[in-house]
């Protein structure tokens, strides 16, 4: 009796562990695979001119990456700075400010709202964001635009990680106890003091979390801004130039790689390079995190 | 306010939770510059009393109450009193102690900063001066400015205390203040407790009968939400007038 117990505790221990390992070996065998495909480019190239080149003629054996690499972080930048603090105030409301009711109300909206499909949004961008950038906006700035714009990737990114993130931050304030809440209350603070000085300062490791999600989910996004981008392969200027992350200039291209010489691996090592942004982007936050968390006593 | 006419009177007091009926017409007067100490068994609604005297319920939807609280002859449900002024004034130590997400200091600083003092170095010394009359301040000295959080709860208790007498209330109102202590630290924080009943009125729920004698000048005992019976310390052990309190200073239930 005993010595089944043992072996099954030994097995489940040993199963659970394969599988927790399995996870990183993949992450391991794609970021290979991926480096693999692309090494031929690396080769051709040199490494250096596709990622400092803005020249890309897959015709002419050019494949310069800068503008590509720019589009994504801008796109990106864009999108987390209008959504983080409107998410932010949105969940805070709901959290501390809002009714039972309206809270009831939010929180299967927000879930309905994180589960539209990235087209849906795309479609929606190139009705609605996209028009109104060419029509009001851009006459303002001297420009012609189309409205097919770095700022209309934002937007309707924007748009697209609000519910994700509002619903993961109502979760983590959520989380905070009452009783630490209470605390600050019973000494006298005011609600926003509260919010302040305890809510927002418990919650700024899983803050930072949040947002790192929600920037890699970004980086990653492609149907949405592949329909509202403008998708040029030129050098963006300003917001209301045309653009191209790498995921939409991926999609778009994938078809036809195998017809030019060198393309494919170029792709491939688009893939690589959006691969090692958002692997980048983790370890920095991690680090920074952790000094956080030193830093201040959450 | 001057000190003179320090003290609470209670009028009809009702506290509905959830629709349940947990605090049952209260009327009641808290003299000032005293001990009072409310006992009775777990559940009958100590700590909902002790929260109705800061209005901690007002943050919990579910919580109605009514009727009338006065303190230093101030309605403190009144629309118009402010409810910030009436937390500074009546300080109350949570029954579960709670440090904030912060360090040692900045726990015990918390109450002085968001009440506008400005200045680091009154500030530093208000910390140190209230970590010593809570019998924290060996314990943290080396540590102010790391976590409050892997503090013993015992330490927390004290932590929280000291966090609470820096805010300076004139009245505190104390939920099993000592509940997590050794018996030389409760001692030293019912020597405190002494000690500060010259300037502030002290309302201390707990539930060791002991410590009520030791304490209390007055005493409150309530049962089911009711107020069985309250009066002067002396006169409630030696000569209760209440059936159930007998049976309760007897021991006869708890
Ligand atoms: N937030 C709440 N929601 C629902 N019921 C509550 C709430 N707070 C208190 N009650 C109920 O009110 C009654 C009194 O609770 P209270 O905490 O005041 O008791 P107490 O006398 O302090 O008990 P103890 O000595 O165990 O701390 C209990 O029946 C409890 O279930
Ligand atoms: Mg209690």
Redo the contacts with the bound molecule.
């Keep these: 009796m005993h010595r089944l117990r043992s072996i099954k505790e030994r097995s489940a221990r040993w199963f659970m562990r394969i599988i927790a390992y399995c996870s990183i070996l993949f992450l391991i065998i794609i970021g290979i695979a991926l480096f693999v495909k692309a090494f031929p480019a690396i080769k051709n190239n040199g490494l250096w001119e596709l990622l400092t080149s803005a020249r890309w003629r897959p015709s002419g054996g050019k494949f310069g990456f800068l503008p590509f690499i720019i589009s994504t972080l801008y796109v990106s930048a864009i999108a987390i700075a209008i959504a983080l603090p409107l998410s932010l105030l949105t969940a805070i409301y709901l959290n501390s400010y809002a009714s039972k009711g309206i809270r009831r109300f939010f929180a299967p909206v927000i879930d309905l709202l994180s589960g539209i499909p990235p087209v849906i949004y795309g479609v929606w961008g190139t009705i609605t964001i996209v028009p109104f950038i060419a029509n009001y906006i851009a006459p303002h700035f001297s420009g012609q635009s189309s409205g097919y714009s770095v700022m209309a990737g934002g937007i309707v990114l924007a748009v697209m990680i609000i519910p994700l993130l509002v619903g993961l931050l109502v979760e983590i304030f959520n989380s905070i106890p009452k009783e630490m809440t209470d605390a600050s209350f019973s000494l006298g603070a005011t609600k926003l003091q509260t919010v302040k000085r305890v809510i927002l300062r418990r919650s700024l490791p899983g803050i930072v979390a949040v947002t790192v999600l929600s920037v890699s989910r970004a980086f990653g996004e492609t149907m949405a801004v592949l329909m509202v981008c403008g998708n040029s392969t030129l050098m963006p200027h300003s917001l209301l130039d045309a653009c191209y992350p790498i995921p939409a200039l991926i999609a778009n291209n994938y078809g036809e790689m195998l017809s030019i010489p060198g393309y494919e691996s170029a792709l491939m090592l688009a893939a690589f390079l959006l691969f090692v942004i958002v692997f980048l982007f983790n370890g920095i936050s991690r680090l920074t995190l952790n000094h956080l968390e030193k830093r201040f006593h959450f | 306010m001057t000190g003179t006419n320090h003290k609470i009177r209670i009028e009809s007091l009702n506290v509905n939770?959830?629709g349940?009926h947990?605090l049952k017409n209260i009327d009641l007067t808290i003299p000032g510059r005293e001990i009072t100490c409310v006992i009775?068994p777990?559940?009958?609604?100590?700590?909902?009393?002790l929260k109705s005297l800061n209005r901690m319920h007002d943050e919990?939807p579910?919580?109605n109450v009514s009727g009338s609280i006065f303190v230093d002859n101030q309605d403190i449900y009144d629309r118009n009193i402010n409810v910030i002024d009436i937390r500074k004034k009546m300080g109350l130590l949570a029954?579960h102690p709670c440090p904030l997400p912060m360090s040692v200091f900045d726990n015990v600083a918390y109450g002085p900063r968001i009440h506008s003092l400005d200045s680091k170095k009154e500030i530093s010394k208000t910390v140190e001066h209230y970590l010593r009359l809570a019998g924290l301040w060996d314990e943290v000295k080396d540590k102010l400015h790391s976590s409050a959080a892997p503090l013993s709860l015992g330490q927390q208790q004290r932590l929280c205390l000291a966090r609470g007498l820096a805010t300076e209330p004139e009245y505190i109102l104390g939920d099993e203040a000592t509940s997590s202590l050794d018996p030389i630290s409760t001692k030293k924080i019912e020597q405190l407790f002494v000690t500060l009943k010259e300037e502030y009125t002290i309302i201390l729920?707990t539930?060791i009968l002991r410590q009520a004698r030791r304490l209390a000048d007055y005493i409150v005992f309530m049962y089911l939400g009711e107020i069985i019976e309250a009066g002067p310390a002396d006169e409630f052990f030696n000569n209760p007038k209440q059936q159930l309190t007998k049976d309760y200073i007897a021991g006869s239930f708890s």
């Excluded at chain 2, 777990?42 to 009393?49: A, L, R, V």
Aim: contains cysteine; glycine residues 16%.
């Design positions: 939770i959830d349940q947990i009775g777990s559940g009958c609604g100590k700590s909902t009393f919990n579910d919580v029954q729920v539930h």
